[in-house]
């Protein structure tokens, strides 16, 4: 996969070394020497230029890019980067940084995903490009569990939670709506832009992701 990490700062960094080993990197950032900090055994490119210049998203591979993370230091520009990346260059999976959460539910209407600032903000960041649709939050000591967050698909809007959470193997635990947390049950009704938090067998975590793999097809 080819992956683009606007910002060098902690985050970025800790995500280009978690995927440097497995998938196609490069770096942005406006200061040379921030890339210093990827260190000697980082594997990827690195691009020296202002987050929000176009030309320097094309000499980092933006047009055949599968995946961008903006994570500089500024919420507005992540949001304007990620919205340049999958509107103008059609990126498919593109992740944005906000420091602010109280800002989420403004980018979460423009259709961005988002991640808030947190110690283990680069590992969730991973998960969203690598794994889009079904994102693991936690997991239990036998593993047999785990705790999963996804953005419900356009088409499962109007429809009953229960029509698609497969039976006996989810259970929804929280919906974020318009920047408030929801109680769901499984006859709650989906609306568009709903992120869905829940628990899940590794069976029904697998049903779940093909079921979403489905409906992002149709998309």
């Known amino acids: 996969m080819n992956v683009i990490i606007v910002g060098c700062g902690r985050v970025g960094v800790e995500l280009a070394h978690t995927l440097h080993k497995e998938h196609v990197v490069t770096v942005i950032d406006k200061k040379g020497g921030a890339f210093d900090q990827l260190g000697l055994d980082y594997l990827g490119r690195t691009v020296q230029g202002e987050a929000l210049d176009r030309k320097a998203l094309q000499r980092a591979g933006v047009e055949t890019a599968d995946a961008l993370a903006a994570v500089t230091s500024s919420d507005n520009v992540n949001a304007i980067v990620a919205r340049i990346a999958r509107e103008v260059f059609k990126v498919k999976r593109v ?42 939050l936690s997991i239990t000591a036998e593993g047999e569990v785990q705790y999963y967050e996804m953005k419900a698909p356009k088409s499962w809007a109007g429809e009953r939670l229960s029509k698609f959470l497969p039976e006996r193997n989810a259970i929804p635990a929280i919906i974020f709506r318009n920047g408030e947390n929801l109680l769901p049950t499984p006859e709650t009704i989906v609306e568009d ?5 829940l628990s899940a067998t590794t069976d029904g975590a697998m049903t779940l992701r093909n079921l979403i793999h489905t409906e992002q097809g149709k998309e």
Request: glycine share 4%.
């Open 193 to 197: 832009g709903d992120i869905l938090q």
């Open 95 to 136: 992740v944005a940084r906000v420091y602010k959460p109280s800002r989420a539910p403004i980018y979460e209407k423009l259709d961005l995903q988002t991640v808030s600032s947190s110690s283990w903000a680069a590992q969730r960041i991973k998960q969203m490009m690598t794994h889009p649709g079904l994102t693991s």
